[in-house]
C-alpha cells in the first residue's frame, strides 16, 4: 500500500518539531517505520541516533520486525526501539555513578515494593490490624507512584502536604527512598523518574544523551504522563528533531497518568511545531466512521479532525434492547451463532467489548453453554480466578471425590496437614484402592497414620460428608449458596485478601460460581454431580488453550482493545452507570468515557452492534442481588438516528426470538448437510 499525501508529509519533514494526529485505524504505526528508514536511508541519521519509544514491548518488536524488512542488518545496528522504561534504565545503567548507584543495582519488583511499604508501616502504625496494614500497602503504593509521576521528591511532598493524610504519605515515601537507597535499588517508576531529576540538574549529561539521540520518534503520545513529557522535552531540548505522533480522541488512561493536555502543551513549549492530520480510514465502513466522528465531536479539541473511508458505507449499526441482564449472554450468543452460519464467518471475527471485566461473566457461561470458543483478551477468564479454580476443586470433591481437587483445597483453609502426612495418605489409598477422601475416612488407613494425621484427615473427611449430606438432603438447594460459609473458605478468603475490597470481588466470584450451580440444577433439571460437571468442562478448556491463534470469539474490556481491529463487533451494557460508568457521572468527567466509547467504535471493519438491557442486575452483599431499572447511555443519544437500527425487544419475546435465531441456524446446518 503506497503512503497517502498526509503519510508522506508526516515521513519527509525532518526539519523540526512534527506533531502527528494520528486517527484510528489511520496507519500511525506506518508513518513511523517509514520514517525511521528514511531518517536512515535519505537523510545522513546513524541508526544509533534515532531513537523511537512506544509503551509496550510489544508495539517495540513490531516496529523493529517492519524495518528489518526494508533496511539491512547493518544499516539498523545501534537502533534504539524500545519502551520509555527500557530507556530509562538504559540511561540509569550508563550513568548510575553520577545518579549515586552501586554498580549492580536492583530494580524492585512490585512484591519488593509492598514487602518494603509493608516494613515501614508496622513501624508507623503499630496499632493497626494485619488487615489494615495490607490494605495500606495498596494505598501507600498507588500515592508513591503518583509522586514519582507527578516528579515530586519526598522532601517536595512533605514541603507540600496540608493535611495530615498527605503529611502521613509523605514520610512513608521519605522512609521507603532511604530503605531503597540503602538497598541500591530503583523501583519501576524510578526508571522515568530518575532521569529526568538527573536532567534537570546535571546539563553536561543531559546534553550528551541529546546529542546521542539525535532524533526522538514517540507513539501513542497522547498516553504520556508527566514525567514522560519531561523527558521527550529535555531529550530534545536542543535540537528539537521530533515526532510525536497520537490522537486526543484515544486518550483513555488517566486513572494511570496518562494527560491528553499533553498534546496541546507541545505548542507553548514548541512555537515552530508541524501539525499534520492522519485522517483517511483503512480499517472500517464508512458509517462507523460517522457515527465515530459525531460522537466525539461532543468532546472539545485542540486540533478538530473528521475519519473518513474510501470503503462503502455498510449497513446500519444494530441496537439491541434487552428486557434483563441474566438475557444479555443467551441474546448476545444466539445473536453470534446465526450470523456466524449465515455469513460464513470465523469465530475469530467476533470481538465483544464491554466496560469492566466482571460483565464478561454472564457472556462466558452462555458461550460455554453453546459450545462456542472464546478467549479472555488482556484479562483473566472467571474459571481461571484462583478463588473460582479453589472452589471448583471443593464443588469435585463433593461431587466426584476427585483426587486432584482433594490435594488442592485440604489445606485451603489451612489444616496444618504437611506433605509428609498427605504422602501417607495417598500411599494407604492405594493400597486400599480407595479416593483420597474415602480414604480420610476408612478404618484401616487411620489405624496405619499417625494419631494426630488420622484426626486431621477425619476431620476433613466429616466436613466434607456432612455438607454433601446436606446438599442432598436439601430439597430447595439452598445450602450451595453457603457453602463458601459451611468450608471455612470465605473466612479465610477475607484473612489472606490484600484489601477488603480484593476480599469482596473474589468472594463475589464464588458467590457467582455458586450461583450457577443452583441455576443448573433449578432451570435444567440437573442433580448436583450433573451441575458440577457441566460447569467442569469449562475448566478443562482453560487447561487445554494453547498461545497460537486459535478460532474464538475474543472478549475483552474497552480498554484492552485499543490498538486491535474486529469484523464484527458487540459492545455490552450501553447503559448509563456502566457507560459512562457511575464514577465519571458522579464526577463530571464524562470525556475520557464518551473517547472510550469511540475507541469501541472504531475497533469494528465492517458491522457494530450495541446491546442495552433494560433492567440489571446488580449483587450488592454476599449473594443478594437487586435489580434495577436501567437507562440507554447518553453516548447512543449522540449517534446519528438514520444510521441506528435499533430494535426494541421485549420481554415476552426475548425467548421466542432467542429460539427462532437457534432455528435459523439448524435451518442453515441442514442446508449444508443434507445427509446428516
Known amino acids: 500500500m503506497l503512503l497517502n499525501k498526509q503519510q508522506m508529509d508526516a515521513v519527509l519533514y525532518t526539519y523540526g518539531p512534527c506533531l502527528v494526529i494520528a486517527g484510528a485505524g489511520s496507519g500511525k504505526t506506518r508513518v513511523i517505520t517509514e520514517k525511521i ?50 530507556l530509562g534504565l538504559e540511561i540509569i545503567r550508563n550513568e548510575f555513578k553520577t545518579i549515586g548507584l552501586r554498580k549492580g543495582f536492583s530494580l524492585f519488583d512490585e512484591y519488593d515494593q509492598h514487602s518494603v511499604i509493608k ?31 507527578d516528579l515530586l521528591t519526598p522532601d517536595e511532598v512533605l514541603a507540600l502536604a496540608n493535611d495530615d493524610y498527605t503529611q502521613f504519605f509523605g514520610l512513608i515515601y521519605k522512609e521507603y527512598q532511604e530503605c531503597l537507597n540503602s538497598y541500591n535499588a530503583i523501583d519501576f517508576d524510578d526508571l522515568i523518574f530518575i532521569p529526568v531529576k538527573l536532567f534537570e540538574r546535571n546539563e553536561i549529561v ?32 536542543e535540537h528539537q528533531h521530533f515526532t510525536v505522533v497520537g490522537d486526543d480522541d484515544q486518550s483513555i488512561y488517566s486513572w494511570r497518568g496518562a494527560r491528553p493536555q499533553n498534546i496541546p502543551l507541545l505548542k507553548q513549549d514548541f512555537p515552530n511545531l508541524k501539525v499534520i492530520m492522519l485522517e483517511q480510514n483503512y480499517r472500517s465502513k464508512g458509517i462507523i466512521l460517522h457515527c465515530a466522528n459525531a460522537l466525539i465531536s461532543n468532546n472539545q479539541h485542540e486540533y478538530e479532525k473528521k475519519l473518513y473511508s474510501e470503503l462503502d458505507y455498510g449497513s446500519k449499526i444494530r441496537v439491541i434492547e434487552i428486557a434483563k441482564s441474566d438475557e444479555e449472554g443467551r441474546k448476545l450468543v444466539a445473536d453470534i451463532i446465526s450470523h456466524h452460519y449465515v455469513k460464513g464467518t470465523r469465530y475469530q471475527d467476533y470481538a465483544i467489548l464491554y466496560r469492566g471485566n466482571y460483565q464478561s ?23 481461571s480466578q484462583v478463588e473460582v479454580k479453589d472452589f471448583m476443586c471443593y464443588l469435585r470433591t463433593l461431587a466426584t471425590n476427585d483426587n486432584r481437587a482433594f490435594l488442592r483445597i485440604i489445606n485451603i483453609p489451612r489444616r496444618e496437614i504437611g506433605p509428609v502426612a498427605i504422602s501417607h495418605l495417598t500411599e494407604l489409598a492405594d493400597k486400599y484402592k480407595l479416593s483420597l477422601l474415602e480414604a480420610c475416612l476408612d478404618s484401616r488407613v487411620q489405624s496405619e ?3 494426630k494425621e488420622a484426626e486431621k484427615f477425619t476431620n476433613f473427611g466429616y466436613m466434607i460428608q456432612n455438607i454433601r449430606g446436606e446438599i442432598l438432603a436439601d430439597t430447595k438447594n439452598s445450602v450451595i449458596a453457603k457453602l463458601s460459609e459451611l468450608t471455612g473458605y470465605d473466612k479465610w478468603l477475607k484473612s489472606e485478601a490484600s484489601s477488603e475490597k480484593s476480599a469482596e470481588i473474589k468472594s463475589n466470584h464464588v458467590d457467582i460460581l455458586l450461583d450457577w450451580v443452583t441455576k443448573s440444577m433449578t432451570e435444567d433439571g440437573l442433580d448436583f454431580d450433573e451441575a458440577v460437571q457441566k460447569i467442569s468442562l469449562r475448566e478443562l478448556l482453560d487447561r487445554n488453550e494453547q498461545d497460537f491463534e486459535l478460532d474464538e470469539v475474543q472478549l475483552m474490556t474497552l480498554h484492552s482493545s485499543k490498538g486491535l481491529e474486529f469484523p464484527y463487533v458487540y459492545m455490552i451494557g450501553m447503559e448509563e452507570g456502566l457507560l459512562p460508568h457511575k464514577n465519571s457521572i458522579e464526577s463530571g468527567d464524562i470525556d475520557e468515557e464518551r473517547r472510550l466509547a469511540y475507541v469501541g467504535i472504531t475497533r469494528a471493519r465492517n458491522e457494530l452492534t450495541f446491546l442495552v438491557c433494560k433492567e440489571r442486575k446488580t449483587r450488592i452483599a454476599g449473594n443478594n442481588q437487586s435489580k434495577q431499572k436501567v437507562e440507554p447511555s447518553r453516548f447512543l443519544d449522540e449517534l446519528p438516528k438514520e444510521d441506528l437500527d435499533w430494535k426494541r425487544i421485549e420481554e415476552a419475546s426475548t425467548q421466542k426470538d432467542i ?3 437457534a432455528n435459523n441456524a439448524m435451518a442453515v446446518l441442514r442446508a449444508l448437510f443434507p445427509n446428516k
Open 37 to 86: 528508514v528514511h531518517l536512515i536511508a535519505n537523510c545522513g541519521y546513524k541508526s544509533s541516533e534515532v531513537c523511537a519509544v512506544t509503551f509496550t514491548n510489544k508495539a517495540a518488536k513490531e516496529m523493529k520486525e517492519r524495518i528489518s524488512l526494508e533496511l539491512s542488518a547493518e544499516q539498523i545496528k545501534g537502533l534504539r526501539v524500545s519502551t520509555f522504561h527500557s
Open 119 to 149: 516494613e515501614i508501616l508496622q513501624k508507623f502504625s503499630a496499632n493497626d490490624t494485619s488487615e489494615e496494614i495490607k490494605e495500606k500497602v495498596l494505598d501507600c503504593s498507588n500515592k508513591i507512584s503518583k509522586f514519582k509521576n
Open 206 to 237: 543531559r546534553s550528551r544523551w541529546s546529542r546521542r539521540i539525535q532524533y526522538l520518534l514517540v507513539d501513542e503520545y497522547q498516553d504520556t504522563n508527566l514525567s514522560q513529557y519531561k523527558l521527550i522535552k529535555l531529550l530534545v531540548k
Open 361 to 383: 461473566v454472564e457472556i462466558e457461561k452462555a458461550l460455554q453453554e453453546s459450545n462456542i470458543p472464546y478467549r479472555i483478551v488482556g484479562g483473566q477468564s472467571f474459571f
Open 449 to 451: 497414620l499417625k494419631p
Open 659 to 661: 429460539d427462532e435465531a
